[in-house]
Every structure is written in C-alpha cells, then in structure tokens.
C-alpha cells in the first residue's frame, strides 16, 4: 500500500494540515475504517509509526491512546502484543455511546424535554419496527416486565430497572442493531424512569401504557404500536420533576 493508500509501500506519511497527533489519530482511523487494517489486525510498532509520520514516539503513543479510548484498537502489554484494531459490534458500540453520553449529561444540564423529544425520535419508529420484526421471545420478556411493573409498589428501587429493559427489549426486537445501541446508550446512562413523578396513579397509567405498547407489538400492529409509544413519552414528559444533568451532576 502506499503512502497515500494505494496497494504497495508504507500504509502513512506526514501530513502537515493537522497538527502531529491528530495527523497520526486521523491517518490511522481513517485506514481502519478504509478496511486496510481489519478486525483483529496488528498495527506497525510506535518507531515504525513515529518514523512514517516523521513524529516522537510520545506523539503516536498519544494517538493511539485517543484511538483505544474511541474503542477503535486496544493495546495489548508485553513481548508478543501491540496495537490491535477492535472488533466494533452493536453492543460495544452501545457502551461506547453511553460513556460519551455520561460525559455530557454530566458535564452539562439535559433537559427533560431534550431527552424526551430525543427518545421521540428514535423509540417511536423503534416501536414500529418492532411489530413487524419482533420474535416470541421478545414479547414474552415485554410481557413479564409489564407484569412485574403491574405487580409492583411505587417504592420499589427497581423501578427504573424495569423501564430500562422494557424500552431496550423493544429497541431489540426493533432489528435495527444501530437504532437499539442508540436507544440503550440513553436508557443506560440517564435512566428515565427517574425523573417521573411517580404516584399510584401516575404508576398504574404507565402501566397500562406499556401493556399498550406490548398489544400492539405482539399483534404486529405497527401504526397501533408507533401511536402508543408516542402517547406514552408525552406522558412522560408531562409528568417528569427533574433535569437529568442536575440529578447526575
């Protein structure tokens, strides 16, 4: 391959537009994301990467440090290791969202409506699409949280813990591996429930809510099924009491 990424020579050269470390994190990326280095694949030593760029050895370590903290490589200590390209799948994507998510919902405040006008965008069609794609086993596990929400006292700690995995039960069952590593970096790192001023009342509506959602999933019905979930997040939105950068600052 060559320096400008043809088949023969050395895979990088120095660039002078970026600056040294974002020129080696930028070549590098884009490499691995070209397909020149696959999954599992060995990058060249930091010399040989230091003399390619025509940088110091502490520029590429840099550089590759950003790239392991991006979860496109990990390194791996001693004799035989190195620098290897990471397998990116739904869920290390998912982790890889959340951790990001985290940051900013905690650097900053997010306002419930930000989060709730966001879930919009991506849970109703979610909802859609699951009607049409769902498999038994997911409507089985819709069907035993709601019955565990149903079942339930409002004091219950696990409260949160039900909604998180009816919401990403759906964006599973949706088929859209993007779509629920999306879904579930929200709902694992902000945790929605939380933020909704539970009553009794405000409890048994949200069952019968996502007893709502699960009818119409499991009946296939995705117009039905996209309404109810549109329905259920302007509840929701109606009757949260917090910021979620506030709660987790």
Known sequence: MSSDGSASGEPFRARQILRPRAQVEHQIREA??????????????????????????????EALGALVAAGLIRKIPGVAGGSF???VTPDSLSLMLSESMDTIVRLGSLDIDELTSMRRVLEVPAASWAARNRQDHHVTTLQDIVERQRTTTID???????????HMTIAQASGNRLLSAFISAIHETTLPARFLGVTPEVGRETVKQHL????????????????AMDEHLEYVLRYSTATPGEELA
């Open 85 to 87: 390209v990471k397998s």
């Open 156 to 166: 219950d700690p696990d409260i949160v813990v039900y909604d998180r995995d009816f």
């Open 32 to 61: 691995i994301l070209r397909g020149d280095f696959r999954q599992g694949d060995k990058l060249p030593a930091e010399t040989e990467l230091a003399q390619q760029f025509g940088v110091s050895r502490p520029t590429v370590r």
């Open 212 to 227: 709502a959602i699960t009818s119409a999933i499991r009946t296939g019905s995705a117009d039905d099924a996209a309404e």
